[in-house]
């Protein structure tokens, strides 16, 4: 027999996402940032060991508060990346439970770490 009263929600906007499904989302988008940080870094590193002069341009290059913010995202990204993927390894080899409760207190733990270390970030970088 059909169940009439099914939910039906297709009010987008009055979807709520759980903590653990937006932490997924933004290991997915840290893991993206970070695959375009390689290649920026290594741009940085490139001019930096190619001359002298290549050297003084990338120490130029990282007085600017634009270039400043660009690394500091990335660090941020790197280290919201390294707690999730922590997480995601210590759930695949077992050692803390896949539950709704421990998913969801390991996902707000995993963003406060990274809040924490997205301010040491700022601080190193400025
Ligand atoms: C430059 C370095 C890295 C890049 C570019 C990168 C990139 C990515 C990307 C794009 C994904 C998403 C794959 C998907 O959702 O289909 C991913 C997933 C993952 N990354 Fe990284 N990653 C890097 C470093 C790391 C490090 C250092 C760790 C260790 C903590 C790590 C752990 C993981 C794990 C466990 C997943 C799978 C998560 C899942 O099952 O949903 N990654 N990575």
């Not at 169940?3 to 997915?28: E, G, Y």
């Not at 997480?87 to 539950?99: A, K, P, Q, S, V």
Request: aromatic share 8%.
């Amino acid at each position: 027999m059909v169940k009439k009263q099914r939910p039906v929600n297709l009010d987008l906007q009055t979807i709520q996402f759980p903590l653990p499904a937006i932490a997924s989302i933004l290991h997915r988008v840290s893991g993206v940032i970070m695959l375009v940080a390689v290649g920026i870094l290594l741009w940085l590193l490139g001019t930096s060991l190619s001359s002298p002069e290549g050297f003084q341009q990338a120490a130029e290059i990282m007085t600017g508060f634009f270039a400043k913010f660009i690394l500091w995202g990335i660090l941020t990204a790197l280290a919201y990346h390294i707690c999730g993927g922590i997480r995601h390894m210590l759930m695949d080899f077992g050692f803390i439970d896949e539950t709704l409760i421990v998913g969801r207190n390991s996902a707000a733990a995993s963003m406060v770490i990274t809040v924490i270390l997205s301010i040491l970030a700022g601080v190193l970088v400025w």
